[in-house]
């Protein structure tokens, strides 16, 4: 069974830095897009950052130059410069139906999600 657990989430104020992390377990896919996706209350779940298999990255407009995406055995978001309006739950989340690349980042091209991990940044 598959499970994407985030950790790392937190309270800090407007300008600070926090760095989120997604374990992967019972899974074997080799080539995948992992991926960060955020959902603020009363907002749709938006697509921040992925990873693709070959190691390209790409960023929503809203954090680029503010927040890199890395992974080893452990997927990671390392969010600087962090502003109230990137309070949000935070989900990591992979596609394996691509052959390790990345589509556009929606709902509907994740195959798995994890839970989630809360951001809350205060100015």
């Known amino acids: 069974q598959v499970q994407l657990v985030e950790s790392g989430g937190g309270s800090v104020q407007s300008g600070g830095s926090l760095r989120l992390s997604c374990v992967v377990s019972?899974?074997?896919?080799?080539?995948?897009?992992m991926a960060w996706f955020r959902q603020a209350p009363g907002k749709e779940r938006e697509g921040v950052a992925a990873?693709?298999?070959?190691g390209s990255t790409g960023y929503a407009g809203s954090v680029k130059g503010r927040f890199t995406i890395s992974k080893d055995n452990t997927l990671y978001l390392q969010m600087n410069s962090l502003k109230p309006e990137d309070t949000a739950m935070y989900y990591c989340?992979?596609?394996?139906?691509?052959?390790?690349?990345?589509?556009?980042?929606?709902?509907?091209?994740?195959?798995?999600w994890g839970k989630g991990t809360l951001v809350t940044i205060s100015s």
């Open positions: 989340a992979a596609n394996v139906r691509s052959n390790g690349y990345c589509p556009p980042l929606s709902y509907y091209n994740m195959d798995y």
């Open positions: 019972g899974y074997t896919y080799k080539r995948d897009c």
């Open positions: 990873i693709a298999s070959d």
